[in-house]
């Protein structure tokens, strides 16, 4: 899992004191966009890194120059904060991933580099930086010779929550939903174990939050967006730790409640997570 920070956006963050409130990236402006592979020879279509689903990827064949990239084309230029992928397999061909966007019209310019990181797993990666105009953006990925595979790709805005969590919450370090077997003999010894992981589950309550922010057009829309079921990525204390999951609902629907002291309301969410380590 990673989170890389612009240092314009990490000193904004700081000033603001809002460095490790939670992030929710959810909304992927580029359902409407064009994926395409502008690099490389694709193998599965990159129309398929839009669907959210993480069992079908874009799969391409790397260049002459050992590099791919999924591309995204916008049909105007769209400003933009954040980049994620999750369910790829750059760390297993020891490629390096970079975040890009195009500083001219229509792609006639100078790409340039969000931010870049050379994973050591294939867990979730996010660039988060100062908002960017542009109407092409890709995920490149460089110094590779097997095929790259990328099941989500997520381009947009990120919501950040008004509060930190301080208490009740269980990061997954490691997957947390693991399936045993074990084998014993008759005569009552350990002969091992079948194991099986199957991601992870986490629970978090988010509490003294202003009610003009749990009423305002983001955090409805994304409150609809978890109900249905819809997958996002979330990041509980961004700067602190670089725990960023691919997830969706797994309990009960988020239903604000007034909570006080005052008018200030709390929600819950019981999220199942996409944790490939």
Avoid at 44 to 67: K, Q
């Amino acid at each position: 899992m990673t989170i890389l920070i612009d240092p314009t956006k990490a000193a904004t963050l700081a000033t603001a004191g809002t460095s490790n409130n939670p992030l929710v990236f959810w909304e992927n402006d580029a359902t409407a966009a064009t994926y395409s592979t502008s690099v490389g020879t694709e193998v599965e279509i990159a129309a398929l890194a839009a669907t959210g689903t993480t069992y079908d990827a874009w799969i391409a064949t790397p260049s002459g120059g050992n590099e791919a990239a999924l591309q995204v084309v916008f049909s105007s230029a769209q400003s933009l904060d954040a980049i994620a992928i999750a369910a790829h397999n750059i760390a297993d061909i020891g490629g390096t991933v970079r975040f890009e966007y195009n500083d001219g019209v229509a792609g006639a310019g100078t790409w340039q580099t969000a931010d870049l990181e050379t994973p050591t797993d294939n867990q979730s990666i996010m660039a988060y930086f100062d908002a960017v105009s542009s109407d092409y953006w890709r995920v490149r990925v460089t110094g590779v010779t097997d095929d790259v595979e990328i099941a989500v790709a997520f381009f947009g805005t990120v919501m950040q929550l008004p509060q930190r969590i301080y208490q009740g919450y269980m990061p997954p370090i490691t997957p947390t939903n693991v399936i045993l077997q074990s084998n014993v003999s008759q005569g009552g010894n350990a002969l091992g174990a079948l194991v099986a992981r199957r991601g992870s589950s986490l629970s978090a309550e988010v509490t003294y939050i202003e009610p003009a922010f749990i009423r305002g057009t983001d955090f409805v829309g994304f409150m609809r967006h978890h109900n249905d079921g819809k997958q996002f990525f979330w990041a509980w204390r961004p700067t602190k730790y670089d725990d960023l999951f691919y997830a969706w609902r797994e309990a009960e629907t988020i239903k604000p409640t007034n909570t006080g002291p005052k008018d200030l309301m709390s929600f819950s969410m019981g999220l199942r997570c996409y944790d490939d380590a």
